[in-house]
């Protein structure tokens, strides 16, 4: 839940990083009252710049402006706890002056691991992201929903810690799965297991029939079977109750079309406490998201548009919302900048300079925060065709040339795609 204002007494807070991240803890920071004094990094070329709006210099030259200082370190763990390590280590701060200082431990984990819950459509509860896609993580990696919060819940913390367990022993029959994972990896991750991420995936069915995805058909029979046994507001209930939650826990809202779900209220009513990742097309307008926006709970208002162009966006969307997607795009904004459109790149579909250029245009009359690049997740790491990784490049350099920050999901490609992909 949206934790209580913090009351700094008056004392300047340095965020130290300003990159990816940094947008997400300065909007999560305000909520509670706590804003920038500077922004510090350790990339030179950053200094005398302004970021987010506020002065970036170098960390000496903002610890000695700034001597009674707190910070926040704004990039994600487990470069956080590094950062943060690094710090500690130099005698540039205490524990004491770090707002988001927590314990971590080295070990093998992943950021799914470490605090994600998804109440799953097919009624399951699962711990890894890939288990929507991947069959042989199921085995494993979730446990069904046996009609009892609590149960369930404990079937799932116990499998848990077993996963972690063979991940960092000797025994691999949990954990088969995480040995061949690029995200699964030794390093620093907190100690505080509690859940940093809750996904209530239980569809509801979709307006669109996007090419990839097949919303319409496995998401409509979802809703009853889930709700005969657990409200989201109940399974909320039960995790607020049992202290289960992290303080700054982001609740995840998709899966299907949230303006088409019928119990959208009241999934609205408990996610207007917490900060919020919310997944749309945006084929409708809600006031329930735009309220989402404007009172700063919303981090991120992700909207896949794959395309550029109407014809394109009626082959990857199945239907003839182009214009609309777009004039509501442009009502969100009016709202806030927590806007970020994603390109889903189709081989053969929407890898054209047509679609590139619209989708860049776009992007500019919305203003959008940020552009997100991905592909199809379901053709698992298969190297992308010339064609596609030229499209790609065009994105990329044309979102810089306009000034739109861009960022390309790096792990859902193949390293070598990857590898290219960052020299773009």
């Not at 995840?252 to 209220?265: F, H, L, W």
Request: aromatic residues 12%.
């Amino acid at each position: 839940m949206i934790v209580n204002q913090i009351d700094t007494k008056g004392r300047p807070v340095i965020f130290y990083g300003a990159g990816h991240e940094a947008f997400f803890e300065v909007a999560k920071y305000h909520k509670k009252g706590v804003a920038p004094a500077c922004f510090c990094d350790r990339d030179a070329a950053k200094w005398g710049t302004k970021f987010l709006g506020f002065d970036c210099i170098s960390l000496e030259q903002a610890v000695k402006q700034y001597p009674d200082f707190l910070m926040v370190v704004t990039p994600r763990y487990p470069l956080r706890f590094h950062i943060m390590e690094d710090l500690l280590e130099r005698g540039l701060v205490t524990k004491d002056q770090i707002l988001n200082y927590e314990p971590w431990t080295k070990r093998k984990s992943c950021h799914d691991l470490c605090g994600y819950i998804d109440f799953h459509y097919s009624k399951r509860l699962l711990m890894c992201c890939s288990c929507d896609s991947t069959e042989t993580i199921y085995k494993s990696h979730c446990v069904g929903f046996n009609g009892s919060i609590a149960d369930s819940l404990d079937a799932f913390f116990t499998r848990r810690e077993g996963v972690l367990s063979d991940l960092n022993g000797e025994a691999q029959e949990l954990a088969q799965y995480c040995s061949n994972c690029r995200w699964a990896v030794e390093d620093y991750w907190p100690v505080d297991q509690r859940f940093r991420r809750i996904a209530y995936s239980v569809g509801g069915g979709c307006q669109f029939n996007c090419v990839y995805c097949g919303s319409v058909a496995r998401h409509t029979m979802i809703s009853e079977t889930w709700e005969k046994s657990a409200t989201f507001p109940e399974v909320m209930e039960y995790l607020e109750q049992n202290n289960l939650i992290h303080p700054d826990a982001i609740i995840e809202i998709g899966t299907g079309e949230i303006c088409v779900n019928p119990r959208q209220n009241e999934i609205f009513d408990v996610a207007d406490n917490y900060f919020t990742f919310l997944f749309t097309n945006a084929g409708i307008y809600s006031e329930r998201i735009a309220a989402q926006i404007k009172n700063g709970n919303a981090l991120q208002l992700l909207v896949s548009v794959d395309a550029g162009t109407e014809e394109t966006f009626r082959k990857v969307k199945g239907t003839p919302a182009f214009k609309n997607v777009r004039e509501n795009l442009k009502k969100y904004r009016r709202f806030g900048n927590s806007i970020y459109i994603k390109y889903v790149f189709l081989p053969g579909i929407n890898d054209t300079d047509e679609d590139v250029d619209g989708f860049i245009a776009l992007a500019k009359e919305v203003d959008v925060r940020e552009i997100t690049i991905s592909r199809n997740f379901e053709d698992g790491f298969a190297a992308l065709p010339k064609q596609t990784l030229n499209m790609i490049q065009r994105m990329i350099v044309s979102a810089r040339e306009n000034r739109i920050p861009v960022t390309p999901f790096f792990s859902l490609f193949s390293k070598e795609d990857a590898l290219l992909i960052s020299t773009f």
